[in-house]
């Protein structure tokens, strides 16, 4: 069965910092897979996706993310953070062949210090 | 606007008195899902929706129901809440398949089952 992990629920940068917030999955076929963030008392917004072709993937807000299929990684960076970074991103993936079914990690807290 | 919208925005019930969630959309997507949202677990998708009269189950469909009868509008229904269903729950759209295009949710519903 297909999972999601994110390690670490909760990570603190200050602001100018770099941000990396990590995502394992497992998946026995290629999978597709997205970021998403969720500001406070919002729904979610599609920050990136991975679907094939290029490996690194640039999103919004000037974040980014690279497909390493050796690691079954897509981590998430940003080279500097701002004060409006702060928010819970989440990692999910659906597999290839069933684009309707989409599996969330459990979420990663980012707090952005001054 | 273009937009996905869900009524009632928070709900107060009690165990066994059925309740609908409505979630509808204005942007003639094809494809229509609904997730529940808990602490610590991340997003859990329920039910989702690939077209009119086509729907599947998610992770977690039991306790709930759907329909789509119409392609603009994709209710949540809980025949017999219980307080294990207290949650937040966002609907959400897309135009097509989640491969290739972007998602968008609603402003979520916060349900408290007593």
């Known amino acids: 069965a297909q999972s999601v992990t994110q390690l670490g629920s909760h990570v603190s940068v200050s602001e100018g910092a770099l941000v990396l917030l990590r995502c394992n999955y497992s998946s026995s076929v290629p999978p597709y897979l997205f970021w998403y963030v969720q500001y406070p008392n919002q729904g979610l917004q599609l920050l990136l996706k991975?679907?094939?072709?290029?490996?690194l993937v640039k999103g919004i807000n000037g974040f980014e993310a690279e497909f390493k299929k050796s690691e079954t990684s897509f981590h998430l960076t940003k080279p500097s953070a701002h004060m409006s970074d702060a928010a819970e991103y989440f990692c999910a993936v659906i597999r290839s062949g069933n684009t309707g079914k989409l599996i969330f990690g459990q979420g990663t807290t980012l707090q952005v210090k001054p | 606007e273009a937009q996905v919208t869900q009524n009632p925005r928070y709900l107060i019930t009690v165990t066994g008195k059925k309740l609908t969630v409505t979630c509808s959309q204005n942007?003639?997507?094809?494809?229509m899902s609904w997730y529940r949202q808990d602490p610590g677990l991340g997003l859990r998708q329920i039910y989702y929706?690939?077209?009119?009269?086509?729907?599947d189950k998610g992770d977690v469909p039991e306790g709930y129901k759907v329909s789509r009868k119409e392609k603009r509008n994709f209710p949540l229904i809980l025949e017999s809440p219980s307080p294990n269903q207290t949650s937040l729950y966002f609907c959400?759209?897309?135009?097509?398949?989640?491969?290739?295009?972007?998602?968008?949710f609603g402003p979520g519903t916060r349900l408290t089952v007593l």
């Open positions: 959400a759209s897309s135009p097509l398949a989640l491969s290739t295009d972007t998602q968008y």
């Open positions: 942007m003639n997507h094809e494809y």
């Open positions: 929706s690939m077209n009119v009269e086509v729907t």
């Open positions: 991975y679907t094939t072709g290029a490996t």
